[in-house]
């Protein structure tokens, strides 16, 4: 089984910080992917990346930033947390952009005070 | 932009009832993926459809996509307090160019024992 592993299942931080997600999958996935989950707006999808080095912005970007130096490796980060970043961040992969289910972390659920 | 409606957004059954939730798309998809949420869990892909009028079966579980390709459904015949747990539909589209999965808002169903 594809494993996607977050690396914080809790994470509190202050406002302004600098917050680092990372999320590792083993299965040599191309497509990698990061979404928050609110109550009521269900999963919206944050960056994504389709190779090593390639991202694409979401539909909820401004605040955000990713990294993908390695392919298994996507990071996401919180340039300088806010309290509307309070969230479940979950990271998915999937083997091809269309066609395949998407594998889910666990998820990160971040609180920033 | 594009949109994927579901409802109900929340469900309370008892045991042994039939339980339906309904997703619907502002625009033509590609195919239509579904997704099982546990309490306190992750996304867990179940299933995709991608003809018109599919309808797909998994023990209980009955899924539908429609003749025109904007809509779909999932239907649980007698429900069990396994069944208990968030769905989401994610809807394929294509926007300015980039292909990508639309989540749903969800359905939460809980069911009373």
């Known amino acids: 089984d594809v494993k996607v592993t977050q690396s914080s299942r809790y994470l509190v931080k202050r406002t302004g910080e600098k917050v680092f997600l990372e999320c590792v999958q083993d299965?040599?996935?191309?497509?990698m992917f990061w979404y928050r989950q609110d109550p009521g707006l269900g999963l919206r999808l944050i960056y994504f990346s389709y190779d090593v080095k390639m991202k694409e912005k979401g539909d909820i970007p401004e605040g955000y930033s990713v990294s993908r130096e390695k392919k298994e490796r996507f990071s996401l980060i919180l340039e300088s947390a806010s309290t509307n970043q309070t969230s479940m961040y979950l990271c998915?992969?999937?083997?091809?952009?269309?066609?395949?289910?998407?594998?889910f972390g666990s998820g990160t659920r971040l609180t920033v005070v | 932009g594009q949109q994927v409606m579901q409802i109900p957004q929340y469900q309370h059954v008892q045991e042994g009832e039939d339980f339906t939730t309904y997703c619907n798309s502002s625009t033509t998809l590609s195919n239509i993926q579904w997704y099982k949420q546990r309490p306190g869990g992750h996304p867990v892909f179940l299933i995709q459809?991608?003809?018109?009028?599919e309808v797909k079966k998994q023990k209980r579980l009955t899924f539908q996509f429609g003749e025109a390709k904007k809509n779909s459904s999932l239907h649980i015949t007698a429900t069990q307090t396994t069944d208990v747990g968030t769905y989401f539909c994610a809807g394929l589209g294509r926007t300015s160019g980039t292909y990508k999965y639309i989540f749903g808002t969800g359905t939460r169903l809980k069911v009373l024992a």
């Open positions: 459809l991608v003809k018109s009028g």
């Open positions: 998915a992969s999937t083997l091809g952009l269309i066609g395949d289910g998407y594998t």
């Open positions: 299965m040599d996935h191309e497509n």
